[in-house]
């Protein structure tokens, strides 16, 4: 069966500091990856997606980057955090033409910028 | 263009009581419809999902939804709900069309809280 792993479950980073969440995929090969923001009280929005190494769509204007090394992992990354960036950051993962493009959650993970 | 709308944003029902989360939809193409579930400090889980065929959707906690393209709704029901159903559930729908999830579109949400 399939899993996904995100770590750090909880980070608590010093404004300007540099940032890296990573997420790994088990159990299936070429998935579609995703990183979600979560703002506290606020609904999901979609940071990043892509659909193949080296290949990353960004959705909104920010100082975040993504990066897909290897197949089944997904990094998350800032040079220089703001308060701003503060929320609930999710991974996620998706398989082309299966079940209707069914995404699947990792943990997530606490990001508290101070 | 699609949207998600959750009609409610919080329900507070008693233990052992049915509950019902609206959950409507625009689009101008045919969707595949989702329900997730998000307990405090956790991702989200798939609580249920349609695809196709049986409008009636069950999915796991005794929970279940109806799909309705005349009214374009797909609300989540349980006849009777237990403390830990406590959570925020979010309704979801992605066009046919795509190939990957990147066009999925969330409702904001809707917090159920359950009273003893």
């Known amino acids: 069966s399939q899993t996904i792993h995100q770590w750090p479950a909880t980070l608590v980073q010093p404004v300007g500091s540099p940032l890296s969440l990573e997420c790994t995929v088990e159990g299936t090969s070429n998935p579609n990856l995703y990183w979600y923001r979560q703002a506290a009280g606020r609904g999901l929005q979609l940071l990043f997606y892509s659909v193949g190494i080296g290949q990353i769509s960004s959705e909104v204007p920010q100082n975040l980057s993504a990066s897909r090394p290897q197949d089944r992992q997904f990094i998350l990354s800032s040079k220089k955090l703001l308060l701003s960036d503060s929320g609930f950051y999710l991974c996620?993962?998706?398989?082309?033409?299966?079940?209707?493009?069914?995404?699947?959650f990792g943990e997530g993970s606490w990001l508290t910028v101070v | 263009a699609q949207s998600v709308t959750q009609l409610d944003s919080q329900v507070p029902v008693f233990e052992e009581a049915p509950v019902e989360l609206r959950c409507n939809y625009s689009?101008?193409?045919?969707?595949?419809l989702f329900w997730y579930v998000q307990y405090p400090n956790q991702g989200l889980q798939l609580l249920l999902k349609y695809l196709s065929g049986s409008t009636l959707v069950k999915g796991i906690n005794g929970f279940e939804a109806e799909f309705n393209k005349s009214q374009t709704s797909f609300h989540l029901r349980k006849p009777s709900v237990h403390i830990s159903d406590t959570a925020e559930y979010f309704c979801a729908v992605s066009d046919l069309r795509y190939s990957s999830a990147s066009k999925i579109i969330f409702g904001s949400g809707t917090r159920l809280s359950i009273r003893p």
């Open positions: 996620a993962w998706s398989q082309t033409g299966v079940a209707g493009n069914t995404i699947y």
């Open positions: 689009s101008s193409v045919s969707v595949y």
